[in-house]
């Protein structure tokens, strides 16, 4: 129901709002008890993909928005596959590639191949690039890395860009030569 929708992410914001950049370890029941249920973060996955409308014109118009977002982020920087996948899949609804999601996904792809699907699925979301040079430089320093599979998976997203008319064609074939 629409209606609990606001019920639901305040709650989910609050489960959330403590984690950082840093990886927080489950080191104590206390901790397991207070953060690992309900799985908010994945019970919201599954809102957003069924009702993408209501949910993010929700979110767009609620005041902690913004921070709502960054909570996600760094929600999925944990060690919880689930909970990155979660993360990743709401993030996509929105429809707007930011600095954070190409990251997001490039380290889930580089970290976790379990959520492979999930990541490929959150590109075909995607209608617009926000702070586009931002995430266009982003790309392309990927495409220096030295990891075999960082350097795939940006090519993979460039292309993907590119094949959606969000980035010019040129520039990919360049940056790829």
């Known amino acids: 129901h629409p209606y609990l929708l606001s019920i639901f992410v305040i709650e989910l914001s609050d489960s959330i709002r403590h984690f950082t950049i840093d990886v ?9 008890l207070a953060y690992a249920f ?23 118009d609620w005041h902690d928005g913004d921070n709502f977002k960054n909570a996600l982020f760094y929600t999925s920087k944990q060690h919880d596959r689930l909970q990155r996948a979660a993360c990743l899949t709401i ?36 209608n617009s690039i926000k702070n586009e040079t931002a995430v266009l430089d982003l ?22 860009l590119s094949k959606s008319s969000l980035i010019s064609s040129n520039q990919v074939q360049i940056a790829l030569n």
Do not use: W
């Open 139 to 160: 790309l392309f320093s990927y495409l220096k890395s030295k990891s075999m599979n960082v350097r795939y998976v940006a090519a993979k997203m460039l292309l993907h």
């Open 91 to 126: 993030l996509s609804i929105f429809g707007e590639l930011t600095v954070e999601l190409c990251q997001m996904i490039i380290e889930a792809l580089r970290d976790d191949p379990h959520v492979q699907n999930t990541c490929y699925k959150c590109l075909t979301r995607i």
């Open 24 to 32: 927080q370890h489950v080191q104590t029941t206390d901790y397991y």
């Open 38 to 60: 309900p799985k908010y973060v994945a019970v919201a996955a599954l809102i957003a993909v069924r009702m993408p409308a209501t949910f993010c014109a929700y979110i767009k």
